[in-house]
């Protein structure tokens, strides 16, 4: 199955996983109705060692699935899908600076700058620009 066309609406907000919380468990994988999030391996001889999940922006819808199951309004119970609170939800205008930050190891986001940051740049500047 080939990647989605990015939607033509950008949502208000967008979800970014911190991936210093994040473990690799991949409840929010499970849950995404999209299918945006995948697994990343920082080290490929070292399996699981360091892996943690991305979200693909360009995908992502902004639901907050990942972060929790909605309810109904009558029940006053938060369902947090992610266990270690790595996932925020980021307004479009703001996430190249997130990204930036929070997005992977160091090393990481500098190998993958344009494909992390450069994304988030333009999502930004698509949703700045919508206005």
């Given at each position: 199955?080939?990647?989605?066309?990015?939607?033509?609406?950008?949502?208000?907000?967008?979800?970014i996983i911190n991936a210093?919380?994040?473990?690799?468990?991949?409840?929010?994988?499970?849950?995404?109705?999209?299918?945006?999030?995948?697994?990343?391996?920082?080290?490929d001889?070292?399996?699981?060692?360091?892996?943690?999940?991305?979200?693909?922006m360009?995908?992502?819808?902004?639901?907050?699935?990942?972060?929790?199951?909605?309810?109904k309004k009558?029940?006053?119970?938060?369902?947090l899908?992610?266990?270690w609170?790595?996932?925020?939800m980021?307004?479009?205008?703001?996430?190249?600076?997130?990204?930036?930050?929070?997005?992977?190891?160091?090393?990481?986001?500098?190998?993958?700058?344009d494909?992390?940051?450069?994304?988030?740049?333009?999502?930004a500047?698509?949703?700045?620009?919508?206005k």
């Amino acid at each position: 199955m080939g990647k989605q066309k990015p939607r033509k609406k950008l949502p208000k907000e967008i979800a970014i996983i911190n991936a210093d919380n994040c473990t690799g468990c991949e409840a929010c994988l499970e849950v995404c109705p999209v299918d945006c999030i995948e697994k990343r391996q920082q080290y490929d001889n070292m399996h699981n060692l360091q892996s943690w999940c991305e979200i693909d922006m360009e995908r992502c819808v902004g639901c907050e699935v990942c972060v929790r199951i909605p309810q109904k309004k009558s029940n006053p119970y938060d369902l947090l899908v992610c266990p270690w609170d790595a996932i925020e939800m980021v307004p479009t205008e703001q996430l190249a600076p997130v990204v930036a930050q929070i997005g992977g190891p160091p090393e990481y986001i500098q190998e993958n700058w344009d494909r992390l940051v450069g994304s988030a740049q333009h999502l930004a500047e698509l949703k700045a620009g919508a206005k």
